[in-house]
């Protein structure tokens, strides 16, 4: 008797278990889905490119890509909305990201080959730089990231 109560018991905790790791893959792939044909920026503030570029394969759409999801890694810091100094900071960083892609958005409509490709190849630099920050913020003091965010800021105004 008691042997089947703790097969039940261990049958439930399994059943739990298994639940929960199914929901939760769900709520993360329907959260990841959602993000990646939202026309979001920045998370919450919807960008100006394109809409067609949240699936475009072209240059300028894969480097808009890929600052929707760098900058996007740099708001998932659990650290950051705890200091208003770097809320401070990240919001320029926004302002920032929000300025490179609209030059992403203007070299998309150059007829000068040479000239767009400089400016593209401008642009993925920066963005390369943008995609090392959110793992420098973790676990980070809070000056150096303050740092770390003013230097990309820089390094996108710059771009």
């Given at each position: 008797?008691?042997?089947?109560?703790?097969?039940?018991?261990?049958?439930?905790?399994?059943?739990?278990?298994?639940?929960?790791?199914?929901?939760?893959?769900?709520?993360?792939?329907?959260?990841?889905?959602?993000?990646?044909?939202?026309?979001?920026?920045?998370?919450?503030?919807?960008?100006?490119?394109?809409?067609?570029?949240?699936?475009?394969?072209?240059?300028?759409?894969?480097?808009?890509?890929?600052?929707?999801?760098?900058?996007?890694?740099?708001?998932?810091?659990?650290?950051?909305?705890?200091?208003?100094?770097?809320?401070?900071?990240?919001?320029?960083?926004?302002?920032?990201?929000?300025?490179?892609?609209?030059?992403l958005i203007d070299a998309?409509?150059?007829?000068?080959?040479?000239?767009?490709?400089?400016?593209?190849?401008?642009?993925?630099?920066?963005?390369?730089?943008l995609e090392e920050l959110p793992r420098k913020?973790?676990?980070?003091?809070?000056?150096?990231?303050?740092?770390?965010?003013?230097?990309?800021?820089?390094?996108?105004?710059?771009?």
């Amino acid at each position: 008797m008691i042997a089947a109560i703790v097969i039940a018991i261990i049958i439930a905790v399994a059943l739990s278990i298994l639940c929960g790791a199914v929901w939760f893959a769900w709520d993360s792939d329907k959260r990841v889905k959602k993000f990646a044909r939202s026309t979001d920026l920045v998370p919450g503030k919807p960008g100006r490119a394109p809409t067609e570029w949240t699936t475009s394969t072209s240059r300028e759409a894969l480097l808009h890509q890929r600052i929707r999801y760098a900058i996007a890694d740099v708001h998932a810091n659990p650290a950051i909305p705890h200091s208003p100094e770097l809320v401070a900071a990240r919001d320029r960083l926004d302002d920032a990201v929000f300025g490179l892609d609209d030059k992403l958005i203007d070299a998309s409509g150059m007829t000068d080959d040479d000239e767009k490709s400089a400016r593209l190849s401008s642009a993925e630099s920066a963005i390369s730089v943008l995609e090392e920050l959110p793992r420098k913020l973790w676990e980070a003091p809070t000056e150096t990231q303050l740092a770390d965010l003013e230097k990309v800021t820089s390094a996108l105004e710059r771009a």
